[in-house]
């Protein structure tokens, strides 16, 4: 059996993108499943003891996810994930931005261009995502908000999530 514990994020020498690897102990669908529905996307995508809260979620090309990040001192953050392109199980490309509680972006912060790529791996499945920036300057701008170290931490919530499911 894997060890589904490492987060690898890396940057790419463009500096214009971050490649995030990831390992899990679960099959191809559960973690689509995970990735792509309400009721499971808001157990895990924060970071703890942040919890997200979706708003909307139309998970189909041209659809639009809307959810909120609140923190444990009444802190909240909006964002908003527009879906580009779908190809279940296997991958899904979108847009996210930081905005407002009615989804207008918040022009200070840049999108994020994400291209995610699931694939099964006998028992266990891969995750590799790309996360395209439109400058250098636009990626270390997210880095030095605590991306990879709230990213890492909400695919920890994910695999103790899926180990759930597992054991239920």
């Known amino acids: 059996m894997i060890d589904a514990q490492q987060t690898a994020i890396t940057q790419d020498p463009s500096g214009t993108k971050l490649i995030v690897t990831r390992e899990f102990n679960a099959s191809l669908q559960q973690v689509w499943d995970a990735w792509t529905k309400t009721d499971l996307l808001d157990k895990w995508w924060a970071p703890k003891p942040w919890k997200a809260e979706t708003k909307q979620l139309t998970f189909t090309e041209g659809g639009t996810w809307l959810y909120a990040m609140r923190g444990p001192k009444g802190e909240c953050s909006w964002c908003k994930v527009d879906f ?17 509680e009615a989804g207008n972006v918040d022009p200070s912060f840049p999108p994020m261009h994400w291209d995610n790529n699931f694939s099964a791996n006998g028992e266990s499945m891969s995750l590799l995502t790309e996360i395209t920036f439109e400058d ?18 909400g695919l920890n919530n994910l695999d103790d999530l899926l180990a759930g499911m597992q054991n239920a």
């Open 84 to 100: 580009k392109s779908i190809e279940e199980p296997n991958r899904f490309t979108a847009t996210a931005y930081f905005c407002d």
């Open 136 to 153: 250098e300057a636009a990626l270390n701008k997210i880095v030095g908000m605590g991306f990879k170290e709230g990213f890492t931490m």
